[in-house]
Every structure is written in structure tokens, then in C-alpha cells.
């Protein structure tokens, strides 16, 4: 049984931010000698997620506009009025309730088990941001 951990670290150059990380996941199952187990990635940020869908530009678009109409960034939100890093970013942590901050995916033969169209994003909430981190777990054979 093996237990290996790794980190992916990125930047984000809008507020709201659709990352497509797939192809860094995959490089480093490549490189890390994997069979068979289940690999989890989470982000250990308040104002980022994680989330398993379709890449594809317009929908990517549509997702982005989605969240901005779901939870507005000009609300009346009580968390901007005493703000713990500067930032007036309830609207970030809101949209955060919908999405998850990790994700499970299976690995078979070396390779993610996703379907055709799955691709695993990064969800930025609160950009842009000069780092930002998903950490890796590996857990199989």
C-alpha cells in the first residue's frame, strides 16, 4: 500500500475563475508510479473549490456567469463590514457552501477514472490570487 502526497500550486488572474488542472494531475500520477487506489485533492483555501464537470470554453463562461449572479459581489453582506484580511469577500465564502473543497477520483492502470467529458477544476472565488494550492493524496498500490 502506498501513501504519497504532492503539491500543485497556481495563480489566478480573475475574480471568479474557472482552472482546468487535469493535465498537472495526470503528469504527476505519471511520475508517481501508480497502479491502482483513489486519489483525493482538496484546497485548503475559504474562497476556493474544487469540482469534477464538462471542459468546454462556453460552458466554462456560463458557470462563471452563474455563480455571479448567484451570489452578487456588491450583497449587503455583514462579513464585509469587518473584513479579517482586507478583503470584502463574503460573496466568496457564500458561493463556497454550493461547491466542495475536495474531490475523489479513482485510479485504475495508472490513469484518473473519469468520464469522457470530466475534467478536475480549480474554482477560484476570490482572485485574482498570486498562489494558490491543491494538495494531493494517493492512497492504493
Partial sequence: MKLLQHSIALATAAPIEIVDVTERVRDWLATAGVTDGLLTLVTLHTTARLNVNEREERLQRDMVTFLKRLVPRDGDYLHNLDTVDGRD?????????????????????????????????????????????????FLGA
Avoid at 103 to 132: H, K, M, Y
Fill in 89 to 137: 469577500n463574503a460573496h466568496s465564502h457564500l458561493l463556497g457552501l454550493f461547491m466542495n473543497s475536495s474531490e475523489t477520483i479513482p485510479v485504475a492502470d495508472g490513469a484518473l477514472v473519469l468520464g469522457e467529458w470530466q475534467s478536475i477544476f480549480f474554482v477560484e472565488l476570490d482572485g485574482p490570487r498570486e498562489r494558490r494550492t491543491i494538495e494531493l493524496q
